[in-house]
């Protein structure tokens, strides 16, 4: 496979330097394909090299694939439960910009619809009644009421194994599914309040709910 090398600037991530508006508008296109599934955004962006080099990449359960490569670039599938929910070509320009924008310094104007940061400064203390669609990294508190029975599930991207329980965790103005994963699972029972710090929230087949992930933090108080 063919490989392109990085430039990265001091601080681990270059700038959009001299991107084109059509560059930036399939930027912005990305982002907002990442917010609207509750993704980590550069994890996102990060996979359509990573797709350009070995042909597929994952985030989670968004699989980007590499389709057809051309002279300049390549042309790119976003598929989620094998729909496709995003298509576009990207030059290879384009491409090691992609691996190195700084989202913290990203140049949004009218056109995006936000004049914010991409990238929340840090998870948010709420109520589960205020998590909405919007929300991408929070902190929680709750019971747990419900928890499914374990079920073995396997990654589209290397059809790795892993097992899964949902529990549904309340507090006194909400509930709110939680995902465990593996080791989570034995941690966790009917009764337990769970606190979740820098949890990711995300929305599946139209229902909000909310994952530890790798930088999060799970801590269980058991019931007495």
């Not at 300049?72 to 910009?97: C, H, W």
Request: aromatic share 8%.
């Amino acid at each position: 496979m063919k490989r392109f090398p990085i430039e990265r600037s001091p601080r681990g991530r270059g700038r959009h330097g001299q991107a084109s508006f059509p560059e930036l508008a399939n930027q912005w296109y990305l982002i907002g394909v990442s917010q609207k599934y509750g993704r980590d955004t550069g994890e996102f962006l990060a996979c359509f090299p990573d797709a350009w080099i070995h042909e597929k990449s994952s985030c989670e359960d968004l699989l980007v694939q590499c389709r057809q490569k051309t002279e300049n670039g390549a042309f790119f599938l976003v598929t989620r439960d094998r729909k496709v929910i995003a298509q576009l070509s990207l030059t290879e320009p384009a491409l090691k910009r992609l691996a190195n924008i700084d989202l913290k310094s990203y140049p949004w104007n009218e056109s995006t619809g936000d004049n914010r940061n991409v990238e929340n400064v840090g998870p948010v203390n709420m109520q589960i009644k205020d998590v909405d669609m919007n929300t991408r990294r929070v902190n929680l508190e709750g019971r747990v009421v419900e928890k499914s029975a374990t079920r073995r599930v396997y990654s589209r991207f290397n059809g790795t194994a892993h097992n899964l329980s949902t529990a549904m965790i309340s507090d006194k103005t909400g509930s709110i599914g939680l995902s465990l994963w593996n080791d989570q699972i034995d941690t966790v029972a009917l009764g337990d309040t769970v606190q979740i710090e820098n949890g990711l929230v995300k929305v599946f087949r139209g229902q909000l709910g909310v994952s530890v992930g790798k930088t999060g933090k799970l801590n269980v108080h058991k019931l007495v």
